[in-house]
């Protein structure tokens, strides 16, 4: 139902209010979690720079295990930021302002499907006279 011409005059007013509003603009970037997720994507970017800088100087100076803890940094530093890019993108985040709707199963835009999804939707569609 579109707003009366009274109403959206009051939406714009309150929108521009909260606009200007430092605290609350400050308040509403703190809950947003795609922030956090960038936030912590970078915080990752300088884990691996620091993982590589470990492995190289740990192969400079030819021990090995602290060449091996470098890599070991970098791996789990790469699989956390893979984890929060994945978290970003998931449609379950909520957002200020936006839905919470999820996207149906079988509807993944563009994305390629796993063989575990795959493999359900053939288990859901298969005959059910070979039980």
């Known amino acids: ?12 007013q309150i929108e521009r209010s ?18 956090h997720a960038r ?3 970078l915080v990752a970017a300088g884990v691996i720079i620091a993982g ?3 492995l190289v100087y740990g192969a ?17 530093s790469a699989a956390f930021a893979v984890q929060s ?7 379950d985040l909520h957002v200020v302002g936006g839905t919470t709707s999820r ?4 509807g993944r835009s563009g994305r390629r ?14 005959p059910e006279g070979h039980r």
């Open 1 to 12: 139902m579109p707003l009366s011409e009274h109403e959206q005059r009051l939406f714009e």
């Open 60 to 76: 400079v100076i030819k021990t090995p295990p602290l060449a091996v803890a470098g890599f070991v940094v970098m791996l789990a």
């Open 103 to 106: 996207r149906p199963r079988g």
């Open 18 to 35: 909260l606009a200007e509003d430092p605290k609350f603009a400050s308040a509403v970037r703190a809950s947003d979690p795609r922030f």
């Open 85 to 91: 890019h994945r978290r970003a993108q998931s449609p």
């Open 113 to 126: 499907r796993s063989i575990l999804d795959r493999m359900e939707d053939r288990w859901r569609q298969r």
């Open 39 to 41: 936030r912590r994507l």
């Open 52 to 54: 590589l800088a470990l």
